[in-house]
């Protein structure tokens, strides 16, 4: 049974004041706040069982060692993959697809080889290409969504080509929660021999992720958006593309040997993982991930739909505010603008002084803010322990707001 005022007790953050009024967090887009589990995961972890790992014999290294590798095998069982051999482990999405970028793209394509991205890419999915294309002259191809904010797979499939070497899109938007079926252009992709990197930030926090069902050959998380640390997160690869990469980072921990002349590199997944890693930050994730996988994921979704059809229904009464992506399975995220208002920072501060904390902003999704025709929008994202109730204060929050800008 899913109680969301037992889980919100598990969360200490939230019986906070903000500007005297109780916090409504809807910032979980951008980051999730920390169960305590996680909280004194990490508090043991540098408090009585912090050493390096996998280089030290004495017993705290290898205690530090077991615990920090264990969550390889947490990450594979939450992305539903059976070979743990295939998480890379890291601080983010960001250094996961910077990582596809460096280690698989650069070395495998040539000028005029394309990668096809969606409009609503966060620029994490965005720069790293920029940078292939200013330097070693891959093309870009853009392929827009729809006035709801979908995105059709087959749009994406059809504008694979002879040239096409990579197809990386999102899984779920962090700026219109547009859910993306993925898994047909993934087919259409692995019948033309093209490589796909799926955008899992927001996907894996809201709805339960199978990677080994998707077929894809990369698929990246970040582990502050699942209530884990900052700092954390992995990136699944397929071992059929580890076979065609090199290393990105060089350092400790993914050599075998080195010497004067000669270097040869550890076996994947430990050649990408060079140096000493976020330890206590990797633990503390699978802690996050553990909790998550308590409450079921499936859970955690079916309490998030009935937030989203809440708080649509509420959001759609405003006749003065202009949400951005309708479609109807969307995540519960929502982004908007507000008839009258002069900014969304100004929006969200007046929200601020009620308590509620919502983001404004591009939200590093430039390209999608020039197609949908406005500069900044506010966003708010729910979480597994939002209420109905703080739809409401939501709500209120943005009628006051309507009114000062009347």
Request: overall charge negative; hydrophobic content about 45%.
């Amino acid at each position: 049974m899913y109680n969301v005022n037992d889980i919100r007790a598990d969360f200490p953050i939230l019986s906070r004041e903000v500007n005297g009024k109780p916090l409504v967090y809807l910032d979980n887009g951008a980051s999730a706040q920390k169960p305590q589990v996680v909280l004194d995961t990490i508090a043991q972890a540098y408090g009585a069982e912090y050493a390096n790992v996998h280089r030290g014999l004495h017993y705290l290294s290898n205690l530090a060692t077991d615990k920090y590798e264990a969550v390889r095998g947490t990450i594979a069982k939450f992305l539903g993959v059976a070979d743990e051999r295939q998480i890379v482990m890291n601080t983010g999405t960001t250094m996961g697809i910077n990582t596809v970028a460096y280690g698989w793209a650069m070395p495998n394509l040539e000028p005029g080889d394309e990668i096809i991205l969606s409009v609503m890419e966060h620029h994490a999915n965005i720069v790293p290409w920029h940078f292939l294309r200013d330097r070693q002259g891959v093309v870009i191809k853009w392929v827009d969504v729809d006035s709801t904010g979908a995105l059709d797979p087959q749009a994406v499939i059809d504008a694979m080509g002879p040239k096409t070497k990579l197809i990386a899109v999102t899984h779920l938007s962090n700026v219109l929660g547009t859910v993306v079926d993925v898994k047909p252009i993934i087919v259409a992709a692995r019948e033309r021999g093209i490589a796909t990197l799926i955008d899992g930030s927001q996907a894996a926090v809201h709805m339960p992720v199978d990677v080994d069902d998707l077929g894809c050959d990369f698929y990246a998380i970040t582990g502050h958006k699942l209530y884990g640390p900052s700092g954390s997160g992995a990136i699944f690869m397929r071992r059929e593309r580890m076979a065609e990469m090199r290393p990105f980072i060089g350092g400790g921990d993914m050599i075998r040997e080195v010497h004067k002349d000669e270097i040869t590199w550890a076996d994947p997944p430990m050649m990408f993982e060079a140096g000493t890693p976020g330890i206590v930050a990797q633990i503390g994730l699978g802690a996050a991930l553990d909790y998550m996988m308590t409450l079921g994921m499936d859970s955690i979704a079916a309490h998030e739909t009935r937030l989203r059809d809440y708080a649509r229904q509420r959001l759609d009464g405003l006749n003065w505010l202009q949400v951005q992506g309708t479609t109807p399975d969307k995540a519960a995220i929502f982004s908007f603008t507000m008839e009258g208002a002069g900014h969304a920072h100004d929006i969200s501060t007046i929200l601020d002084k009620k308590g509620v904390a919502v983001r404004a902003g591009h939200h590093c999704a430039g390209p999608l803010m020039d197609h949908l025709g406005v500069t900044a929008t506010c966003r708010a994202s729910f979480g597994l322990y939002n209420t109905e109730k703080e739809v409401d204060v939501l709500i209120d929050a943005l009628e006051l707001a309507h009114d000062l800008f009347a």
